[in-house]
């Protein structure tokens, strides 16, 4: 199985800028796409960013300009560089990879989530 962790959630101010970070750990044979989602109260999960094992990019366009993806491979790790931080981008965010199981298999797995809070 994979357990994917994800850090650098919190309080910050409009107009700041926050770093998440994703590790994938267990058993597969390769992470292939990584990406980070979102979801704010009442409303329902939605696309933030994606990115290939090659490293191609896809953006939600609330987010194009101000946030970027990027990812280590050899570390298994993904990160969400968020700057100019505005209040609706307060959600929690979520950690997603699909693990190439078998050469035949691959599966999606979710982290448990980090708090973004933006607020004066």
């Known amino acids: 199985q994979v357990q994917l962790v994800e850090s650098g959630g919190g309080l910050v101010q409009p107009g700041e800028s926050l770093r998440l970070s994703c590790t994938a750990s267990?058993?597969?044979?390769?992470?292939?796409?990584m990406g980070w989602y979102r979801q704010a109260p009442g409303k329902q999960r939605e696309l933030v960013a994606t990115i290939t094992s090659g490293g191609s990019t896809n953006y939600a366009d609330s987010v194009k300009g101000r946030f970027a993806i990027s990812r280590d491979n050899a570390k298994n790790t993904v990160y969400l560089q968020m700057n100019s931080l505005k209040s609706e981008d307060t959600a929690v965010y979520y950690c997603n990879a699909f693990a190439k199981l078998t050469p035949t298999l691959s599966r999606p797995y979710w982290g448990q989530g980090t708090q973004v809070t933006v607020s004066s």
């Open positions: 267990g058993t597969y044979f390769s992470i292939n796409a």
